[in-house]
């Protein structure tokens, strides 16, 4: 245990070390060290804001025409791949939330049916 928390804090050290390296780099003028830094600072958006017309979603129905929607929109060259994903995702956790707040309405009646 104590060699692993001595490779730790030498990885620590080094990564200190070289973070002062970089920032001095920067400081002096050097380009390359600026970018770094900023990427540090203001860490690059991973995908893009993009408008993609779907029909509402607030039941496991229309999720299905939601989900038809992006496939459409897929196989026409409209979305990428990457894109359909990331929809299919958040369509995902909609079903999910649907599904739970279902589950939820059941068990309420069902337990107001036994307490009657």
Do not use: W, Y
């Not at 050097?30 to 970018?35: I, L």
């Not at 929607?69 to 196989?75: A, L, N």
């Amino acid at each position: 245990m104590h060699k692993l928390l001595q490779k730790r804090r030498i990885r620590s050290n080094l990564k200190s070390s070289r973070s002062r390296a970089v920032i001095a780099a920067a400081k002096n003028g050097d380009a390359t060290a600026m970018r770094l830094c900023v990427e540090r600072l203001v860490p690059l958006r991973k995908g893009r804001a993009m408008a993609f017309p779907l029909p509402s979603t607030r039941t496991a129905g229309e999720l299905v025409e939601a989900m038809a929607e992006v496939v459409r929109g897929t196989s026409s060259g409209e979305l990428t791949v990457d894109e359909a994903a990331g929809f299919a995702q958040v369509l995902e956790a909609q079903r999910k939330i649907i599904e739970t707040s279902d589950i939820e309405e059941r068990l309420r009646r069902i337990e107001e049916a036994q307490s009657k």
